[in-house]
């Protein structure tokens, strides 16, 4: 079935080094692909997305890459900050049952250690 | 904006109790979303509404049961709480009249935690 697997699932850092999670999609239709931050105890924040007609996008110290042949995307932190630390979710959008929807990765727990 | 809200914050039912979980939200978007969210198992989708009165299922529908009265609040209920069902529930919203594609954004709310003893 349609699914979004997401690696590592926990990643340590030192604080200023890059954080880099991957996530691959099963369906080719899928063109739309947000990553959420969510905060112990908060709900999932958009922090950037991606539409399958960009290979890249950037903001400031993040950015998200898509290829789509190959059906993977993947989230890039930056000079990371204690801040940084959270579960992150990558999601693509597609159609599956009968409806569109977002399928969720499950999730990668970032730890960035002063 | 508040954005979306959702009540209670936490909440702990015995088996075969009911109670209904309230989202709120005032973006004066079209659709919204309840999920639930396991360890290791990401969100998943319960049931979805594209406008107001409309409700369909999501991925996990069983045991639940949604209305949407008023375009601003999305309502889920449980009928005969189960102990399977102890979770963390999240309302999200996306998609502003003007635009109707439910591609959009989706905006989460801080999340219920329900525990079902």
């Known amino acids: 079935g349609e699914n979004v697997e997401q690696h590592p699932s926990t990643l340590s850092v030192q604080e200023g080094d890059s954080a880099v999670i991957k996530c691959t999609y099963s369906?080719?239709?899928?063109?739309?692909f947000p990553w959420y931050k969510q905060e112990l105890g908060k709900g999932p924040q958009l922090i950037i997305d991606?539409?399958?007609?960009?290979g890249e996008k950037k903001d400031q110290r993040i950015a998200v890459t898509l290829n789509k042949t190959a059906k993977h995307f993947s989230l890039h932190i930056t000079e990371t900050q204690p801040e940084d630390s959270a579960v992150y979710f990558c999601?693509?959008?597609?159609?599956?049952?009968?409806?569109?929807?977002?399928?969720f990765g499950a999730g990668t727990r970032l730890a960035v250690h002063p | 904006n508040a954005g979306v809200t959702q009540t209670p914050k936490f909440r702990v039912l015995k088996t075969g109790q009911s109670m209904t979980l309230l989202c709120a939200q005032d973006?004066?978007?079209?659709?919204m979303y309840w999920y639930r969210q396991d360890p290791g198992m990401g969100l998943r989708l319960i049931h979805y509404?594209?406008?107001?009165?409309?409700?369909a299922k999501g991925e996990v529908p069983d045991g639940y049961n949604v209305s949407r009265l008023k375009k601003q609040n999305f309502l889920l209920g449980l009928e005969s709480a189960a102990p399977s069902q102890t979770s963390v529930y999240f309302c999200?919203?996306?998609?502003?009249?003007?635009?109707?594609?439910?591609?959009?954004?989706?905006?989460f709310g801080p999340g219920t935690r329900l525990t079902v003893l």
């Open positions: 999200a919203s996306s998609g502003e009249t003007i635009r109707r594609s439910n591609t959009d954004t989706q905006y």
């Open positions: 369906d080719s239709a899928s063109n739309y």
């Open positions: 991606i539409r399958s007609n960009v």
């Open positions: 999601a693509a959008f597609m159609f599956s049952g009968g409806y569109n929807k977002l399928i």
């Open positions: 973006m004066n978007h079209e659709y």
């Open positions: 509404s594209v406008g107001e009165g409309t409700t």
